[in-house]
């Protein structure tokens, strides 16, 4: 395991002699070499951007191979493990380039603060942005004004300016990732899907298996991608964020329990996963309007 802390580290283990700016870099991978070590285990300190068409089979990130033949962008926070294998396969028109970024460099600018909504840096390399010609020029234009800063010398504009330019590099990302969820709608559709029948399974558990509310970790794991992109993916589809989504769900099995069966507001809390009853006709308050028994009065 190799843990590159900072940008130096990074220039260290590609050889690359000094960094030009200690908090950000811009790698062009095509005059690179891969590394020659077989199975490198790396994870870093810093935020990593990637783009390459090639070089197949030698990257893994959360288990899952990356297959860059296609053109594909991915996007990583700090403290993930990437594996690296010797064994790439190099094509006469290879391009490629990283963007590394330590967390310190936007530390305290503006960007911090509304950094959380690229949650892209939280998908599984299964959500990897499939970027168009016209996509991936636009891409590099951001990374050429970054590079161009760095290079220059460091003066009072330096971080505001890089800032500016990294910042506009995400706000394209979140754009095209979400004409990604527009173009996929079929596909989409069939998760949200799986979703609802994961739900019904769960529901359909005898009762002593049932013991909490499903979280949007397990709807997740079920169907095999990360909780942000399942996340993003349920509010494209249904205006409702994942935990929003649960509780429609959960609230629209307790309304049929109240109008067809005899069952207590306590009994159908329990049979639902909520470990307190109170919190349960809090959440049905706060989304119906009315309390469980008031809802009950009222439809009968």
């Known amino acids: 395991m190799i843990q590159l802390k900072s940008i130096s580290d990074l220039y260290e283990f590609f050889q690359l002699g000094k960094s030009k700016h200690p908090l950000v870099a811009v790698l062009d991978f095509s005059k690179m070499n891969h590394p020659q070590q077989e199975h490198l285990k790396i994870t870093t300190d810093f935020y990593s951007i990637m783009f390459k068409n090639y070089c197949k089979n030698s990257f893994k990130y959360g288990r899952k191979t990356i297959d860059f033949q296609e053109g594909n962008l991915i996007c990583i926070a700090p403290n993930q493990m990437i594996e690296i294998d010797s064994d790439e396969e190099e094509r006469p028109d290879k391009m490629g380039w990283g963007l590394f970024f330590h967390p310190d460099l936007i530390r305290n600018t503006s960007l911090i603060h509304h950094f959380n909504q690229y949650t892209f840096f ?6 990897a942005l499939h970027v168009s010609d016209k996509e991936k020029t636009i891409l590099k234009e951001c990374i050429d004004k970054i590079e161009n800063e760095i290079l220059e010398n460091i003066d009072q504009h330096s971080q505001f300016i890089i800032v500016s330019a990294i910042e506009l590099l995400l706000n394209y990302c979140q754009r095209y990732y979400q004409r990604q969820f527009i173009t996929r709608t079929s596909e989409n559709t069939q998760l949200i899907s799986k979703v609802l029948e994961v739900l019904n399974h769960y529901y359909s558990l005898p009762l002593t298996s049932v013991q909490n509310i499903p979280t949007v970790k397990y709807l997740a794991q079920q169907i095999h991608l990360s909780s942000s ?3 993003d993916l349920i509010k494209k ?34 049979e639902l996963g909520f470990e307190y009853p109170q919190y349960f006709n809090k959440l049905f308050k706060q989304k119906v309007g009315k309390t469980p028994l008031e809802y009950r009065a009222s439809q009968n």
């Open 122 to 127: 939280n998908y599984d390399i299964a959500e």
């Open 229 to 231: 992109y399942l996340s």
């Open 237 to 270: 589809e249904t205006g409702k964020n994942a935990q929003e989504y649960i509780h429609h769900y959960i609230l629209e099995k307790a309304k049929q329990e109240l109008l067809h069966t005899e069952k207590s507001v306590n009994e159908i809390a329990y």
